[in-house]
């Protein structure tokens, strides 16, 4: 499975952005899709997650839920995340990655994601 995140830039703080995480077609539909970020000097975080399945259950940070929303278009094999309200701490290189469906429960980790894209910048100027 290759991913190829896009989509970043820079934007003013309560500016919108949307990310897009493109994936190669054999075996998309058998893994679901993670958002992730780093800051500089920071960790790793969790941001999104979808379940790719039919049930489409989504799961969001505490700190970007309502402000951010992750969708997908299984016709190109894409994985969107719309960004909004954005803020300074939002300011990260943004990465996604892919996680086998059976690990769902999982998904807010990272080393348990299985394939992983290079990242996008993403910066909020104040």
């Known amino acids: 499975v290759q991913l190829q995140a896009s989509g970043g830039g820079l934007v003013q703080a309560g500016g919108s952005l949307r990310l897009s995480c493109a994936t190669s077609?054999?075996?998309?539909?058998?893994?679901?899709i993670g958002w992730f970020r780093q800051a500089p000097g920071k960790e790793r975080r969790f941001v999104t997650a979808?379940?790719?399945?039919?049930?489409?259950?989504?799961i969001y940070a505490g700190s970007v839920e309502g402000r951010f929303t992750i969708s997908g278009d299984n016709d190109r094999n894409t994985v969107f995340l719309q960004m909004n309200d954005l803020r300074p701490e939002d300011s990260a290189v943004y990465s996604c990655?892919?996680?086998?469906?059976?690990?769902?429960?999982?998904?807010?980790?990272?080393?348990?994601?299985?394939?992983w894209g290079l990242g996008t910048l993403v910066t909020v100027s104040s």
């Open positions: 979808l379940d790719r399945s039919s049930s489409g259950n989504t």
């Open positions: 077609a054999r075996s998309f539909s058998s893994y679901d």
């Open positions: 990655a892919a996680i086998a469906a059976t690990k769902w429960r999982w998904v807010k980790f990272s080393e348990k994601y299985d394939y």
